[in-house]
């Protein structure tokens, strides 16, 4: 079993930020529930799928997660000094824009080999309803490339917590449904990475069609 884990600085700074800024605005502003968090392995290489409809969806699903999420930013970013250490401690890796694939790729597979749990959202980009309808195999060829498990995760109701012309989050509420781990595909056969990225997207679904 692989007992590897993000270091120690970073999950310091994860559980700072969690509990002083996202935890409270989840349960509390947002009137958070989350379910099945007893579904997520505390340690060892993971690979995070979900839908996405807000900017707020990283943090949300880091915090319900109950571990920290490392997720791609843009490699601009990354020459930024200060910025640069600080996204990097909260698990962020860079992407050169015009090669996203292999250089997500290659990224995302060295912060799974040092342990992290690595977030994908299907989709690629934010829809308007929450749903995936096009779903990218970017996940299930990581996963297949890193034997790392697949774990659904639902959000539902953050496409309303921005609205045009608000200048704050709206309060509405959050339901976060955590799914039975995934097996990773056992190559990176295009129809194994299909059949397994189809049975993520199912299982979102059946969780996110359970609403609030």
């Known amino acids: 079993m692989d007992r590897k884990r993000e270091p120690a600085v970073s999950l310091l700074l994860y559980h700072v930020f969690k509990w002083s800024v996202v935890s409270p605005m989840l349960h509390g502003y947002f009137r958070g529930r989350v379910y099945n968090a007893e579904r997520v392995p505390k340690q060892g290489s993971l ?9 707020f969806d990283p943090p949300i699903l880091s915090c319900s ?18 910025l640069s250490r600080a996204i990097q401690l909260y698990g962020a890796y860079p ?7 292999r250089s997500a790729i290659r990224a ?43 774990l659904p995760v639902s959000l539902w109701g953050t496409e309303a ?16 449904r955590i799914g039975e781990a995934i097996a990773p595909p056992a190559s990176t056969n295009r ?12 299982a979102i679904h059946a969780m996110h069609d359970l609403g609030r």
């Open 95 to 101: 992407v050169k824009r015009g090669s996203p694939d």
């Open 65 to 82: 997660v109950r571990r920290p999420v490392s997720y791609m930013a843009k490699e601009e970013l990354f020459k930024v000094p200060v």
């Open 47 to 55: 690979v995070v799928v979900a839908n996405h409809a807000s900017d």
């Open 161 to 176: 917590i921005t609205t045009k012309g608000d200048r704050l989050p709206n309060p509405v509420p959050l339901t976060i």
């Open 191 to 202: 129809a194994e990475l299909e059949s397994v990225t189809q049975q993520c997207v199912t």
């Open 108 to 150: 995302a597979l060295a912060q799974l080999e040092a342990g992290w749990a690595v977030g994908i959202f299907l989709q690629g980009t934010r829809t308007p309803d929450g749903r995936i309808p096009e779903p990218k195999l970017g996940a299930a060829m990581i996963a297949a490339k890193a034997q790392a498990p697949l």
